[in-house]
T-cell receptor, first 114, second 113 residues
Framework: AQSVTQLGSHVSVSEGALVLLRCNYS??????LFWYVQYPNQGLQLLLK??????LVKGINGFEAEFKKSETSFHLTKPSAHMSDAAEYFC????????????FGTGTRLQVFP | DTAVSQTPKYLVTQMGNDKSIKCEQN?????MYWYKQDSKKFLKIMFS???????INETVPNRFSPKSPDKAHLNLHINSLELGDSAVYFC????????????FGSGTRLTVV
């Protein structure tokens, strides 16, 4: 079965610093990949998605992610963190044989310090 | 004009009770889902419906029964609630192909006491 691993349950950065949230998937077949953000007491919001087009994907709020097949990775980055970026971030991968089903990672909590 | 709306937002109930959570989407999507988010924020799929047909039914106790009267609605009924059912339940919807990703509702926080 497909799986996704997010390294680091907590990441802390200073405002203005680079944000890097790591995600690795398990399949040798390139899947659909997604990053979602969850603010406190809210639902999940789609940040960006990879669906086998360009390997560098740009999303909302200045975030982007690069699909690297050789590393089975889809890390999320943002050049300069804002206080408003503090949230929980989830990487998700479509299941093999059933792309309607998304399998989520365990999440990474991003803290941004002034 | 909320895209995926769930009601209620909060639900506090006693063990043994039966409760329902409702979900509606106005996006014209073909597929709807229920996910459970536990206290550690882990998200796990429970059910999926495509055009009122059940297509995903994960290992979920029989006390949980989804119902889809039409493709815009997916309700979740829970019988004989247990303490371990306490969680946040999210409804979501997507286009049939799945590659578009999901649109999530804002969640229903269920607390069983």
């Amino acid at each position: 079965a497909q799986s996704v691993t997010q390294l680091g349950s907590h990441v802390s950065v200073s405002e203005g610093a680079l944000v890097l949230l790591r995600c690795n998937y398990s399949s040798s077949v390139p899947p659909y990949l997604f990053w979602y953000v969850q603010y406190p007491n809210q639902g999940l919001q789609l940040l960006l998605k990879y669906t086998s087009a360009a390997t560098l994907v740009k999303g909302i709020n200045g975030f982007e992610a690069e699909f690297k097949k050789s590393e089975t990775s889809f890390h999320l980055t943002k050049p300069s963190a804002h206080m408003s970026d503090a949230a929980e971030y989830f990487c998700a991968v479509s299941d093999l044989g059933n792309t309607d089903k998304l399998i989520f990672g365990t999440g990474t909590r991003l803290q941004v310090f002034p | 004009d909320t895209a995926v709306s769930q009601t209620p937002k909060y639900l506090v109930t006693q063990m043994g009770n039966d409760k329902s959570i409702k979900c509606e989407q106005n996006l014209g999507h073909d597929t709807m889902y229920w996910y459970k988010q536990d206290s550690k924020k882990f998200l796990k799929i429970m059910f999926s419906y495509n055009n009122k047909e059940l297509i995903i039914n994960e290992t979920v106790p029989n006390r949980f029964s989804p119902k889809s009267p039409d493709k815009a609605h997916l309700n979740l009924h829970i019988n004989s609630l247990e303490l371990g059912d306490s969680a946040v339940y999210f409804c979501a919807s997507s286009h049939q192909t799945g590659g578009y990703g999901y649109t999530f509702g804002s969640g229903t926080r269920l607390t069983v006491v």
